[in-house]
C-alpha cells in the first residue's frame, strides 16, 4: 500500500534518524556524511511517527545548509527492498533498536524483527 518514493532531484537526499529532538524537530545523519537537523513537515505530523534509526527522504534549503525537511520516512520493510538503489553512506542496522533489520550477503538469511506486518 506504500508508494515507493525515491529522491528525483538533487536537492533531496537520504537520512538517518540519529537523535529525537523534540518539537518535530530531529538530528540527521545525512547521505553526504554531514549531521543536519531534520523537521518533520507539518502534514506529516499527525500522519507519520519517526522513530530513533528511521530512514528518511529529505529536501534540503537552499537558504539553511543545517536544516533539511523530512518529506518521507521509510518503513524497515522498504528499506530491506530498496538499499540497493538507494546508495546510502550509512548502515541500516543498529543493534540496540527492536525495530531492526539485518542485512548479510545471502538474501534467504535476512532476519526481520519486526511488530506491525
Known amino acids: 500500500?506504500?508508494?515507493?518514493?525515491?529522491?528525483?532531484s538533487d536537492d533531496q537526499d537520504y537520512g538517518k534518524?540519529?537523535?529525537?529532538?523534540?518539537?518535530?524537530?530531529?538530528?540527521?545523519?545525512?547521505?553526504?556524511k554531514i549531521n543536519r537537523?531534520?523537521?518533520?513537515?507539518?502534514n506529516m505530523k499527525k500522519k507519520q511517527w519517526i522513530n530513533?534509526?528511521?530512514i528518511v527522504l529529505y529536501s534540503k534549503?537552499?537558504?539553511?545548509?543545517?536544516?533539511?525537511?523530512?518529506?518521507h520516512v521509510y518503513n524497515n520493510d522498504i528499506i530491506k527492498s530498496l538499499?540497493?538503489?538507494?546508495?546510502?553512506?550509512?548502515c541500516i542496522n543498529n543493534n540496540e533498536d527492536d525495530n531492526d533489520i539485518y542485512f548479510?550477503?545471502?538474501?534467504?538469511?535476512?532476519?526481520?524483527?519486526?511488530?506491525d506486518i
Open 1 to 8: 500500500n506504500d508508494k515507493i518514493i525515491l529522491k528525483d
Open 17 to 32: 534518524v540519529e537523535k529525537l529532538l523534540g518539537s518535530c524537530r530531529v538530528s540527521l545523519l545525512c547521505n553526504d
Open 37 to 42: 537537523i531534520g523537521i518533520i513537515r507539518g
Open 52 to 54: 530513533l534509526h528511521n
Open 61 to 71: 534549503r537552499e537558504y539553511e545548509d543545517n536544516k533539511v525537511d523530512i518529506i
Open 83 to 90: 538499499h540497493n538503489k538507494m546508495n546510502l553512506s550509512f
Open 104 to 115: 548479510s550477503n545471502n538474501d534467504e538469511d535476512v532476519e526481520y524483527n519486526l511488530d
